[in-house]
């Protein structure tokens, strides 16, 4: 469903994607971890054309999005869901019309149309009543429920998570956690989540990718990845400062 | 020495060069998206009511006060050599080829081009414009068409009414204040402006509202680096467009007031 073949980033000289390949099968679930500035954000906003590759493929039901035109890349973004790190709720626009916001754009239904389908939305994310706050009336936890809501709005195939969890309590994490999982066994999309948070990873994945210089070094099941010998992965997931990623001013 | 000359000075126009070629590209951007159905009327309204009705009060206190001394400044100076009769010509030339469309333009810049150059580059770094790609709705047309119409539609409307008020306050320096003729007043305003002063000012403003509101937006659109970055870009979206204003005005001028 997804395939990225060799992705290739840099900005400004700086490598950021040297050759990442992953595969996403139609209703799987993939994780990709890795440390922050990894690329991780770079990788999936490549999926869906926010960020065009140096060199590689990105394909997408069989369609290689370097083919595609300015209204092409938008029809093929209607299949997409993205729920960002921020939020990145309209800060101009009550919290229904953001839910609503690609109905009302690519679809006719009547302000009340859209209004109802928005509450629908924030009722599955357990935001009923929040319809006509602004953005600035939630908690973070709320407004990443409203940016859920928002990314299943159009009920697309494909749900992007960029750091679901990134800034959250435990316990909103885990219901975010839950929440994902309840959008992909209720709605059937097939998803792909990046972070850095190991508990979120294992709930919500099928598959976790490790993103590490640039590259994709091991992708395996949750299982698989708890038990690996890799010792770049070992001390990513076992949350340790020393070991052979290098952090600045500790030593290995 | 001279290839570390023209190193330097190859390093001191290289931002500014690809500033112009990006600002440039993103005109075009605009341009193809303008006749590109589906239009953005609601957005557009939107935008003109933002820049143009809500820049009006203070337009009307800076054409009032503009009209009001520019008639007293050349009624006392033009007194000393008895030509104080030319004082309406004077004031209705200046304000309908010059001070109509550089002041509004100049105010509105401070005002609605610093606006959005603040809320793109807010929506920029919180990730809003990205989202908005996500949902499948192009940026350019969405947030800058409209701003870059309002601005080139509403700037002539605005320097209209500068132009009138102003005209209206040096009526009631020279008349009423300082006890000229009104008849005298008006004649010598009718008698010397063509119609082609008031096309001609109107033209000047239609390009500077295209162009403040393109500048903002460029530097909206484009920014990088949180808050500062925000600051950075409306600092840069006022500065740039004022410049732009002014330098712009001396070679439409001499092109159009041939």
Known sequence: ?252 | MLIKLIEAIGAFIEKPAEGIGRCMLLLYSVLKHIVKPPFEIRNIFKQMLEIGVNSLPVVLVTAIFTGMVLALQSYTGFKRFGAEGLVGSVVALSMTRELGPVLSALIVTGRAGAAMAAELGTMRVTEQIDALETLATNPVKYLIVPRFLSGAIMLPALTVVTDIIGIMGGYFVTVILLGASSKAYLRATWDFLKQQDIYNGLTKACFFGAAFALISCYKGFYAKGGAEGVGRATTGAVVVSSMTILISDYFLSAWLFK
């Open chain 1, 1 to 252: 469903m997804i395939e990225l073949i060799d992705i290739h980033k840099s900005f400004e000289g700086k490598d950021v994607l040297l050759g990442v390949n992953l595969k996403v099968e139609k209703g799987e679930s993939v994780v990709v971890i890795g440390g922050s500035g990894s690329g991780k954000s770079v990788l999936l906003k490549h999926i869906i054309g926010l960020l065009k590759p140096d060199r590689g493929t990105v394909t997408v039901n069989s369609t290689d999005l370097s083919t595609l035109d300015e209204d092409g890349l938008n029809e093929l973004r209607k299949k997409f869901g993205m729920l960002f790190q921020s939020s990145a709720l309209f800060d101009s626009m009550k919290v229904w019309e953001n839910v609503g916001f690609g109905l009302k754009r690519h679809t006719r239904l009547s302000d009340p149309e859209v209004k109802d389908m928005a509450v629908q939305k924030l009722k599955m994310v357990g935001l009923s009543g929040a319809e006509d706050l602004m953005p600035s009336e939630l908690s973070g936890g709320m407004r990443k429920r409203v940016g859920l809501a928002r990314a299943i709005a159009m009920e697309p195939e494909i749900l992007l998570y960029d750091e679901p969890t990134t800034g959250l309590d435990p316990i909103m994490a885990d219901a975010i956690d839950e929440l994902i999982i309840k959008m992909r066994e209720e709605l059937k999309v097939t998803s792909v989540a990046i972070t850095h948070d190991m508990k979120s990873a294992y709930k919500i994945a099928d598959t976790i990718a490790m993103l590490y210089n640039g590259v994709i070094i091991l992708t395996g099941t949750p299982e698989e990845i708890k038990n690996t010998s890799d010792p770049v992965v070992r001390q990513f997931i076992e949350g340790r400062a020393v070991g052979p990623i290098v952090v600045e001013g500790m030593g290995r």
